[in-house]
């Protein structure tokens, strides 16, 4: 069964205190992993796409990677207005629909 | 507008009555999608319209949900006979390449 599974569930960090975020994931054949933004209140909003494993995407203070079987998005030097909850996902084996994991919610404080 | 709308916003019902929550995509997204959110879990997939394909329907939780694409835009989610434990957030999605979903701001369903 194709699974996500995100860590840790909460992250605090202090202004500039660099760190990451990871994603487990199971998949028969991976057709991609995704991550998302979402702020309270509104719908999830698309980040980065990694297809093969040593791939990396950089966004600002966000840097997404990818192995065989997780992904890591690194937050470095993150600012309050990076507080969000980041879900990452893998695209189903049918490709028609996106697994998502329950989220890392972060919280930057100044 | 260049987003996905989805109405209502907010919506509280009695248990035992029939919802339905509309969904407006991307001007032309092929895809379109329905996920439910609800507190502290993740998003679970609902259902996923792609053109005139037949839908795939998997994620339905029960026979009390169902949902339609006209003319392969606007796309309603219908709940009948809602029950307390259909309470969450609904959100609607649409792309036009895999995984590159752009989600509307969801309807808030409340069942009494």
């Known amino acids: 069964e194709d699974q996500v599974t995100q860590s840790p569930e909460a992250l605090r960090l202090q202004e500039g205190e660099s760190s990451s975020l990871n994603c487990s994931y199971t998949?028969?054949?991976?057709?991609?992993l995704f991550w998302y933004r979402q702020d309270p209140g509104k719908g999830p909003e698309f980040l980065f796409t990694l297809y093969s494993a040593g791939e990396e995407k950089e966004k600002e203070r966000l840097k997404a990677t990818l192995t065989k079987k997780e992904s890591f998005l690194h937050i470095t030097a993150p600012k309050p207005e990076d507080s969000a909850t980041y879900l990452c996902a893998v695209a189903n084996q049918a490709g028609t629909a996106l697994i998502f994991g329950k989220g890392t919610t972060l919280s930057v404080s100044s | 507008g260049a987003g996905v709308s989805q109405s209502p916003s907010n919506k509280v019902t009695e248990k035992g009555k029939d919802v339905e929550l509309r969904c407006d995509p991307i001007?032309?997204?092929?895809?379109l999608y329905w996920y439910r959110q609800s507190l502290g879990q993740g998003l679970e997939f609902l259902i996923y319209f792609q053109g005139n394909s037949a839908p795939d329907k998997s994620g339905l939780p029960s026979d009390r949900f169902s949902a339609e694409r006209t003319g392969g835009s606007v796309s309603t989610l219908t709940i009948q006979r809602t029950q307390q434990e259909d309470s969450a957030v609904y959100l609607c999605?649409?792309?036009?390449?895999?995984?590159?979903?752009?989600f509307g701001e969801g309807s808030r369903l409340t069942v009494l």
């Open positions: 999605a649409s792309s036009l390449e895999v995984g590159e979903l752009f």
């Open positions: 998949v028969s054949g991976l057709r991609g």
């Open positions: 001007s032309g997204h092929t895809a």
